[in-house]
Structures are given as structure tokens and as C-alpha cells.
């Protein structure tokens, strides 16, 4: 008797659920009926020829840190500069840099790192407004959780640097913000142009974002409009990954999302690290992980160890290394007097872009330490610096 | 099990081009493996009247520290995996020692020793994957290892299951377990060693949560400090399920794996179908709290009271 009860629960719940079934809409792009010889649409066709183009621009190294004038007064020594990060794999990646940057011109920088939980996170912000830092820097806390210590900064005129947020520059308040949205537009078509070289143009793809992460809905939204014109042929289906599946069982959704849906060969995965374990769920379903190719935007650096086997079509890095001299150049203009300068504002917009793909991406992933996109960036900096 | 049918229908009616296929079942099998032996390691514990609220932690820790022997010490990794399962065990005598040797509450006692764990894992990891090439391409060919489409964690599933099922079932030490969880004390005055068969139980815990451990890291390629403790709600959940399955109260073997089978299908189905991503969360809740519940009627409905003291209600437990 219990087991049917039990039964009858889980099917009401069921037909109630599949009611609320196929949020992922699935988004035909326009097709034109014209055919070529390769299947595609004569705008398919075009639209893969711009693609692989502007693939292979992306492809070359950045070499310019966006950033030309030199800091034109000496740089005071002495300064103190407070940091706020989440405390997960990407803390020492922001933190390293921003050190070595604080160093290089004869600053303290102290970074604590916080628990993602709003009590923490106000509790290390509060701490550090009560430190009195001559600048402080954050990464990836939403605005109005830290928006109280915020005001204070602001209050007291401390330049403060927020590295993807939300929010946007505020020049009136020394906030500057890396980076500008204008560099997740950019990452978006970026994303659509590989995966449409990677599909050959005719994808049938699926689109795995996290929307508690604010940052992403731009890239999603770019990534959209720019499959319009890179690939009309295509078709895209968006699958929102709740946050608590991060590093628990997202691989398996994405695989039983493919499962349902037969012949998707393309997966635009916003959050960078959902091909981990995702080889191994494909091979459980019995999908071969080669039929799917897969472009990631900001990964950890054991996908883009992925990338270079082959495993993985491409990956946009995220510049944790140039933003982070970014953030202290832009503070060492305040301090002496300068505003955020035209240069400032251009190399937030301009993230050194690049996407790596078998071909060129770095040989060695095998390591904890950052993986810079311009080489010789440390130096370029400390050129503008006098240092 | 009825259950179990009744979703296979269902979606098999919902989506039948795409659902009833030997890949589902393989994708379910091979996908839940972890969080059956998860599900696994809590069996004992809690047939005990034990809670372990670190096996999360165990995890992970396993899978960091066994990463760490092969990318920071060169070590093979056969040796890393050994040394991962003593890892697991040696988490477990930790437990014991607080919970059975101290005597601490264990729903306390194992919270406190997983904020320990998770220290030491924050400590060796730096919160940072550890992986290299070596590892990850090392381990994905020992997970992937298949037969007929089913992977070798699933093969390691079944044979703690098969062992811990005649355990529990068919050695005395397996009854007295569950007497101590029906009361210790009572268990304890007739003689049995409470003691010594509670350490074994959240040492048990530790080397199969360990065990648990390597394989994720086996199928993701690294060894991740946040790894484990995401599915510890998971375990619980198919565990107290699984006890409102085949013993009617009690912790058991394959009334665990059946519900990590059942949820597995319901959350697998919905995905296929294209439902909303947080309908899996309202399958697994509303399935657990009306087993629980209706579990619950029954025992108040029955003159016989059945279900084991602390774990699902407060009745004193049948044997």
C-alpha cells in the first residue's frame, strides 16, 4: 500500500513537472533555402568564411597591454593596497599577480580570502574598510552584498578596482571596473565564431550558462546575436546549470541533456569548467566525446590542458595577469594625482584577446601558477612605470 | 521498486524516442556510482545509530591528498590510490576516536572532524585543483574501463554492496549493529562490545567514503578540494530513502542502492525530457519527505512499531 502511495506521489509529481518541461528553448536561426555544396545555406556559408577569419585574428598572440603613457610623476612607495577574494581555485591566480604588481612598486598588498557567503564576504569587506587600505581591489562579489563598504571606500576617497562585477566604472568615485562590458561582448562572438568552425557551420548546439552569475548574460546575449551572422544554419538551446551543480553533477546533466536531445555536436559552455568529467559521463551514455565539440570561455587551466589534447575545440583565458597589473597601474595614476586616464578606460574595455586552440595554446598546462596571454606584459608595465 | 517501474513508464510515455534505451540505463548506472557509494558508507553508520557527517569531506580529502602523491611526489599512482584508501581509513579511526573513544555526539563529533578535514585539505591543495597530464589521462582510462557499456565504479558498487548486504544480513556482527542502533545502551548490557563495532562502523564509513573519493577523481582527472562534500545531501537522502525499501525501516544495502537507482532515473528522465533545471530538486524532495512520511503513518497505523529509534522516527526499532 505504501509503495503505491509512494508510486502515485512521484507520477503526480512527474505530470506536474513535465508541464513545466522544455525551458530550454531550443532557437532556429535563420536559414536561408539556398544550398551549397557543403550543405550550407549561402549565408551559412558566409558566415563560417567570416568565422574562420576572425577565428584565425584571435588566434595570434596579443602583444600590446592596451596601456601607452607612461606614469609621468614618481610612483610613492609605502602604499598599502587591501584585496578581497573568494576563496576557491582562481584566489591565488588574482592574488599572485596583484602581489608581484604591489611589489614591483614598493606597495603592501594584504588579500584575505573569503567564504562565498554574504556574512563573509561583508565581514572581510568591513575589515577592510576598517584597515584604512590606500586602495583595495575585489573580484566577483555581487555589488549589493558589498555595496555598504562600498560607499565608505567611496566616502574616503579610496580608489577601489573590482574585477568582474556587474557593475560599471564610476570615474567620480576612483571605481573602476575590469572589465568593461564591452570585453564580454567581444568574448561572446568570440565563443560563436569557434563554435561555428568547430561545427563546420552546421551546429546543432547547446549553450550551458550559470544565471546566478550576473557576468554571464552579456556573453550569453552576444553569443546569440553573433550566431545570427556566423552560423544562420545553426540551431542553439540554452541549458541553465544551477550553481550547486558546479563541481557535482553537471557533467551528468549535460549529458543526459544530450541524451534527450539526439545530435547536438556543440557545446558553448559559458562557465569554462564544465568539460571536466564530462568525457567520462559522455562515454557512460554511450556518446563518443569526439562527436561533441566544445568552446569554453574563461577555464581553469586543466581545461585548457584539454584544449591542447585536442579534447576541448577552444578556450578564451581569462587575463588574470594583465588585469591585475591593470588594477595597480590604474591606482598608481590616482595616487599621483591622475584621473583614470583615457588609457585606463581603453585597456579595461580591451582584454588582450585571444582564443586558444590546439594549435596555440600554451605547451605546458601542468601548473597552479597563471598562464599569462602576454608574454613579456610584466615587463611592459614596469616600463611605464619607471621600474 | 514499484516506484522505480512506474518512472521508466512515465518517461518512457513522455519521451519515447529518446528514453527507453539500454544507454539510459547505462548513463544512470554509470553516472550514480559515486553517490552510491557514498550512499553506501552511510549504511552502517546510521544502521549503528551513527551519524557521519564528514564522509564529504572524506571525499575529497582523499582524492586532493592521492592527486597531490602523484603531481607533487612523483609517486605512481597505484601507490597514490593505495595510500588514498588508507587516507579514507585513517579519517574514519579519527572519528572513532572522537565519537566511540570521547564519547562526542557524532552528529557534532563528525561535523567538527570534517572542519578539521576540510583544514588539511585547504592546506595540501591550496584550494586549487592538483592535477597533471599524467593524472588525469592516467585515471579517465581506469574510469572509463567498461563492460558491455558499464564502468568499472559501477562494478565497485555492486561488490560493496553484495559484501555489505551479507554483512549486515547474515553475520551477527551485522545484527548486533543494528541492535545498538535500536538501543545501545540495551545493546550494551547484553553483552555485545558497543564500542569497538561503532569504531568499525565510521571506519568503515571513512575507507568506503574514501574509496567514494578516488573514484571522482578518477573521472573528473584531478583532485579537487571542493569535490566531495556537494553530494553528502544526496547520500543521506537515497540512504533514508532506501530504508523505507525491502527492511521497512531499517538501514539497508539494497533498498540504498534502489533508491540511489530511483532518484538517478527521475533526475536522468527529467533532464532528457528538457524539464527545468530545478524540478530535479522537487523530485528528489517530494519523493524522500512522502517515503518518510508514509513510512511514518504506517508505523503509528501498525501495533507493531518498526522503525529504528533515531534515524526516521522515534518509535524503538522491531527485531
Same mark, same amino acid.
Do not use: C
Given at each position: 500500500m505504501r509503495s503505491i502511495a509512494i508510486m502515485l506521489a512521484a507520477v503526480i509529481v512527474l505530470a506536474s513537472l513535465a508541464a513545466c518541461s522544455s525551458s530550454s528553448s531550443t532557437k532556429a536561426t535563420t536559414s536561408a533555402t539556398t544550398q551549397s555544396s557543403d550543405g550550407l545555406s549561402a549565408a551559412g556559408s558566409a558566415g563560417l568564411a567570416k568565422a574562420k577569419a576572425d577565428l584565425e585574428g584571435w588566434q595570434r598572440e596579443p602583444t600590446s597591454i592596451e596601456l601607452t603613457t607612461p606614469i609621468g610623476k614618481p610612483i610613492p612607495t609605502g602604499k598599502k593596497i587591501s584585496a578581497v577574494f573568494a576563496a576557491n581555485g582562481s584566489a591565488n591566480l588574482l592574488s599572485d599577480p596583484l602581489k608581484a604588481a604591489g611589489k614591483a612598486l614598493g606597495w603592501d598588498v594584504k588579500v584575505s580570502e573569503t567564504q562565498f557567503t554574504p556574512e563573509a564576504i561583508q565581514s572581510n569587506f568591513a575589515q577592510a574598510v576598517r584597515d584604512k587600505p590606500d586602495a583595495f581591489v575585489y573580484a566577483g562579489f555581487p555589488g549589493a552584498t558589498v555595496s555598504q563598504s562600498l560607499s565608505a571606500f567611496a566616502a574616503a576617497k579610496t580608489p577601489v578596482v573590482a574585477e568582474t562585477v556587474a557593475e560599471t566604472t564610476d570615474a567620480s568615485k576612483n571605481y573602476l571596473v575590469l572589465p568593461s562590458p564591452d570585453v564580454y561582448a567581444l568574448d561572446g562572438q568570440m565563443l560563436a565564431a569557434s563554435i561555428t568552425v568547430a561545427t563546420g557551420g552546421k551546429g546543432k548546439l547547446m549553450l550551458v550558462t550559470v544565471p546566478a552569475f550576473e557576468i554571464y548574460a552579456p556573453v550569453v546575449a552576444a553569443v546569440n546575436s553573433n550566431l545570427k551572422s556566423y552560423c544562420p544554419d545553426c540551431a542553439l538551446a540554452q541549458y541553465d546549470m544551477p550553481a550547486e551543480s558546479i563541481g557535482k553533477d553537471s557533467a551528468t546533466r549535460i549529458t543526459n541533456y544530450i541524451q534527450g536531445h539526439p545530435g547536438i555536436n556543440g557545446l558553448v559552455d559559458v562557465f569554462g569548467a564544465f568539460s571536466i568529467g564530462l568525457p567520462t559521463a559522455l562515454q557512460g551514455a554511450g556518446i563518443d566525446p569526439k562527436s561533441l565539440k566544445t568552446v569554453a570561455l574563461y577555464p581553469p587551466t586543466q581545461v585548457i590542458g584539454m584544449v591542447k589534447q585536442g579534447a576541448v575545440f577552444a578556450a578564451i583565458p581569462f587575463p588574470f595577469d594583465e588585469y591585475m597589473f591593470t588594477a595597480v597601474d590604474a591606482i598608481a595614476r590616482l595616487l599621483v594625482g591622475e584621473s583614470f586616464s583615457p588609457d585606463v578606460t581603453t585597456a579595461a574595455a580591451k582584454a588582450p584577446a585571444v582564443v586558444w586552440t590546439q594549435a596555440n595554446a600554451p605547451a605546458n598546462t601542468d601548473t597552479t601558477a597563471g598562464l599569462p596571454i602576454i608574454k613579456d606584459y610584466e615587463a611592459k608595465f614596469r616600463a611605464l612605470w619607471g621600474k | 521498486?514499484?516506484?522505480?517501474?512506474?518512472?521508466?513508464?512515465?518517461?518512457?510515455?513522455?519521451?519515447?524516442?529518446?528514453?527507453?534505451?539500454?544507454?539510459?540505463?547505462?548513463?544512470?548506472?554509470?553516472?550514480?556510482?559515486?553517490?552510491?557509494?557514498?550512499?553506501?558508507?552511510?549504511?552502517?553508520?546510521?544502521?549503528?545509530?551513527?551519524?557521519?557527517?564528514?564522509?564529504?569531506?572524506?571525499?575529497?580529502?582523499?582524492?586532493?591528498?592521492?592527486?597531490?602523491?602523484?603531481?607533487?611526489?612523483? +609517486?605512481?599512482?597505484?601507490?597514490? =590510490?593505495?595510500? *588514498?584508501? /588508507?587516507? #579514507? @581509513? $585513517?579519517?574514519?579511526?579519527?572519528? &572513532?576516536?572522537?565519537?566511540?573513544?570521547?564519547?562526542?555526539?557524532?552528529?557534532?563529533?563528525?561535523?567538527?572532524?570534517?572542519?578539521?578535514?576540510?583544514?588539511?585539505?585547504?592546506?595540501?591543495?591550496?584550494?586549487?585543483?592538483?592535477?597533471?597530464?599524467?593524472?588525469?589521462?592516467?585515471?579517465?582510462?581506469?574510469?572509463?574501463?567498461?563492460?558491455?557499456?558499464?564502468?568499472?565504479?559501477?562494478?565497485?558498487?555492486?561488490?560493496?554492496?553484495?559484501?555489505?548486504?551479507?554483512?549486515?544480513?547474515?553475520?551477527?556482527?551485522?545484527?548486533?549493529?543494528?541492535?545498538?542502533?535500536?538501543?545501545?545502551?540495551?545493546?550494551?548490557?547484553?553483552?555485545?562490545?558497543?564500542?569497538? +563495532?561503532?569504531?568499525?562502523?565510521? =571506519?568503515?564509513? *571513512?575507507? /568506503?567514503? #574514501? @574509496? $567514494?573519493?578516488?573514484?571522482?577523481? &578518477?573521472?573528473?582527472?584531478?583532485?579537487?578540494?571542493?569535490?566531495?562534500?556537494?553530494?553528502?545531501?544526496?547520500?543521506?537522502?537515497?540512504?533514508?530513502?532506501g530504508a523505507t525499501q525491502f527492511r521497512n525501516g531499517r538501514f539497508n544495502t539494497s533498498g540504498t542502492l534502489l533508491a540511489v537507482v530511483v532518484l538517478g532515473t527521475g533526475t536522468t528522465g527529467l533532464t532528457i525530457a528538457g524539464a527545468r533545471t530545478w524540478t530535479l530538486n522537487l523530485f528528489i524532495g517530494v519523493v524522500l519527505v512522502v517515503a518518510l512520511a508514509l513510512t511514518k503513518l504506517e508505523v503509528r497505523r501498525t501495533a507493531a512499531p518498526i522503525v529504528q529509534g533515531d534515524a526516521i522516527g522515534d518509535e524503538p526499532l522491531q527485531h
Open positions: - | 521498486m514499484y516506484l522505480l517501474v512506474a518512472i521508466g513508464v512515465i518517461f518512457s510515455v513522455w519521451k519515447p524516442a529518446v528514453f527507453p534505451r539500454l544507454t539510459t540505463v547505462q548513463s544512470i548506472l554509470n553516472s550514480n556510482a559515486t553517490v552510491a557509494l557514498l550512499a553506501l558508507s552511510l549504511v552502517i553508520p546510521l544502521a549503528a545509530g551513527v551519524f557521519d557527517l564528514s564522509v564529504g569531506t572524506v571525499m575529497a580529502l582523499t582524492g586532493v591528498l592521492a592527486a597531490e602523491l602523484v603531481v607533487g611526489h612523483g +609517486l605512481p599512482v597505484s601507490v597514490a =590510490l593505495f595510500a *588514498g584508501l /588508507l587516507v #579514507g @581509513l $585513517a579519517a574514519g579511526a579519527f572519528n &572513532a576516536a572522537i565519537v566511540v573513544g570521547i564519547g562526542i555526539e557524532s552528529f557534532i563529533g563528525t561535523l567538527g572532524t570534517s572542519s578539521v578535514m576540510g583544514a588539511i585539505i585547504l592546506l595540501i591543495s591550496n584550494n586549487e585543483s592538483i592535477r597533471n597530464e599524467h593524472l588525469s589521462s592516467t585515471l579517465q582510462d581506469l574510469a572509463t574501463r567498461n563492460v558491455g557499456g558499464i564502468q568499472l565504479p559501477v562494478f565497485i558498487v555492486v561488490a560493496v554492496a553484495v559484501v555489505m548486504w551479507y554483512f549486515l544480513e547474515h553475520t551477527v556482527s551485522g545484527r548486533r549493529l543494528y541492535a545498538i542502533g535500536f538501543n545501545v545502551e540495551a545493546a550494551r548490557l547484553s553483552g555485545i562490545h558497543t564500542k569497538k +563495532l561503532r569504531a568499525g562502523a565510521l =571506519l568503515t564509513s *571513512g575507507f /568506503l567514503a #574514501g @574509496l $567514494a573519493g578516488l573514484i571522482l577523481m &578518477a573521472q573528473t582527472g584531478s583532485g579537487a578540494p571542493t569535490s566531495g562534500p556537494p553530494y553528502l545531501l544526496d547520500a543521506f537522502a537515497a540512504v533514508f530513502l
